[in-house]
């Protein structure tokens, strides 16, 4: 299973952009799909993941308002629309997917296939 993510670039602060999710390989079906960013320096953290079953979603506090994730499950594919984006935004963003939900959405062990991530840049 090989997941692709796009989309990214460099945006200006208050700028959008919108990043893809695709997954492919051998018959895949996933319970959730998520998206985590990775600053320089920092821990990957969560940002949003999407739950299939009943399509219920959750955000880190900093994205509320601002970020939307969606997708399509027959797709095996994720989005993430970034709107007002702000220079802390700025990260490598990772799209995973998870076979079996647990719960645990906000913790990268809860995840069990990874994409290659994508640079989002927002400059001041």
């Known amino acids: 299973v090989q997941l692709q993510a796009s989309g990214g670039g460099l945006v200006q602060s208050g700028g959008s952009l919108r990043l893809s999710c695709a997954a492919s390989g051998r018959t895949f079906r996933s319970a959730a799909m998520g998206w985590f960013r990775q600053a320089p320096g920092k821990e990957r953290e969560f940002v949003a993941i999407i739950l299939w079953s009943g399509g219920r979603t959750y955000y880190v506090d900093s994205v509320k308002g601002r970020f939307t994730i969606s997708g399509d499950n027959a797709k095996n594919t994720v989005y993430l629309q970034m709107n007002s984006l702000k220079p802390e935004d700025t990260a490598v963003y990772y799209c995973?997917?998870?076979?079996?939900?647990?719960?645990?959405?906000?913790?990268?062990?809860?995840?069990?296939?990874w994409g290659q991530g994508t640079q989002v840049t927002v400059s001041s």
């Open positions: 995973a997917a998870d076979r079996v939900y647990r719960g645990r959405y906000y913790l990268t062990g809860e995840y069990d296939y």
